[in-house]
């Protein structure tokens, strides 16, 4: 069955600062892996998602993250953080019958 | 509207009341689904949809009435809840052959009393 993990419910970096977010998956077929961001008191946004074509990938506001099979890793990055980037991350993994499958999110704090 | 829009964003309701929570999407999409969000738990799958046929019901208690006339409209029906039931409710929907990602609505805070 699919699973994700991800390591740290909450990570502060000080603006201008690398952004990292870590996501382990479990996964029985290829996965389908995706970010999501949620600003307070809003939806989940997507930020970008893996499906089997580049292994790294770009998505919005900056983010990427890079598919790293023999890690079974799907890490966020980001190189210089914002105020604004101060938000709850979520990695998710599709499993064969079209759901999603979610960690239980980053919380993530920016310091001026 | 673009997206998948929900309403109302705000509710509060007594134990004993009745109400429903709409969300519509604006993206031809051909699943849908309903989301439990609460406060140090993990985001918790409710119900399923595809192509309006009811394909997930993750042991939800009966209080909790899902309805889904079309493929672009998904209502909760709620009745006789519990002060656990508070949450953000988000709806989603998808395309299944494309990927599987899910857009979210903005959802709806629901409170309890």
């Known amino acids: 069955a699919q699973s994700v993990t991800q390591l740290g419910s909450h990570v502060s970096v000080s603006e201008g600062a690398l952004v990292l977010l870590r996501c382990n998956y479990s996964?029985?077929?290829?996965?389908?892996l995706f970010w999501y961001v949620q600003y307070p008191n809003q939806g989940l946004q997507l930020l970008l998602k893996?499906?089997?074509?580049?292994?790294l990938v770009k998505g919005i506001n900056g983010f990427e993250a890079e598919f790293k099979k023999s890690e079974t890793s799907f890490h966020l990055t980001k190189p210089s953080a914002h105020m604004s980037d101060a938000a709850e991350y979520f990695c998710a993994v599709s499993d064969v019958t079209d759901k999603l499958i979610f960690g239980t999110g980053t919380r993530l704090q920016v310091f001026p | 509207e673009t997206g998948v829009t929900q309403t109302p964003r705000h509710l509060v309701m007594g134990m004993t009341n009745k109400k429903s929570l709409k969300c519509e999407q604006h993206l031809g999409h051909n699943a849908m689904y309903w989301y439990k969000q609460s406060a140090k738990k993990p985001l918790e799958l409710m119900f399923v949809y595809n192509f309006k046929e009811q394909t997930e019901n993750n042991s939800v208690p009966s209080r909790f009435s899902p309805e889904c006339p079309n493929s672009s409209h998904l209502f909760l029906h709620l009745h006789t809840l519990q002060p656990e039931d508070s949450a953000l409710y988000l709806c989603a929907s998808s395309q299944a052959d494309t990927g599987y990602e899910q857009y979210f609505g903005p959802g709806t805070r629901l409170t309890v009393t």
């Open positions: 893996y499906t089997s074509a580049a292994t």
């Open positions: 996964s029985s077929v290829p996965p389908y």
